[in-house]
């Protein structure tokens, strides 16, 4: 069974930074392209990054390009999202996705995902 859990959410202020992890466990991690998203409230969930199995290829959405790092420990089974220089429009619930297809600027999700994680920014 395929299972992924996340960790590492929480409150933050403006300018701040949170490192979120998300640990895989059911099949062999290190053959799964792995992303993350994110969804505010209101609104659709979105795409975050994406790392490629093996972790030579990222791909990010703008809004977060230059801010966040997507990584993986595949000796771990963890993919990581380091957040820097957070702001408000950051605030959302954060999920972990595995096995999807990484795209030339995306990434098409499975149907593996993880509880979700809240991230707060406060002004």
């Known amino acids: 069974q395929v299972q992924l859990v996340e960790s590492g959410g929480g409150l933050v202020q403006a300018g701040g930074s949170l490192r979120l992890s998300c640990a895989a466990s059911?099949?062999?991690?290190?053959?799964?392209?792995m992303g993350w998203f994110r969804q505010a409230p209101g609104k659709e969930r979105e795409f975050v990054a994406a790392?490629?199995?093996?972790?030579?290829?990222?791909v990010y959405a703008d809004s977060v390009k230059g801010r966040f790092t997507i990584s993986r420990d595949n000796a771990k089974n963890t993919v990581y999202l380091q957040m820097n220089s957070l702001t408000p429009a950051d605030t959302a619930v954060y999920y972990c996705?595995?096995?999807?297809?990484?795209?030339?600027?995306?990434?098409?999700?499975?149907?593996?995902w993880g509880q979700g994680n809240q991230v707060t920014v406060s002004s």
């Open positions: 996705n595995r096995g999807g297809t990484p795209l030339f600027t995306s990434y098409e999700p499975s149907s593996y």
């Open positions: 059911g099949r062999t991690f290190s053959s799964d392209a």
């Open positions: 790392i490629n199995w093996s972790g030579n290829r990222r």
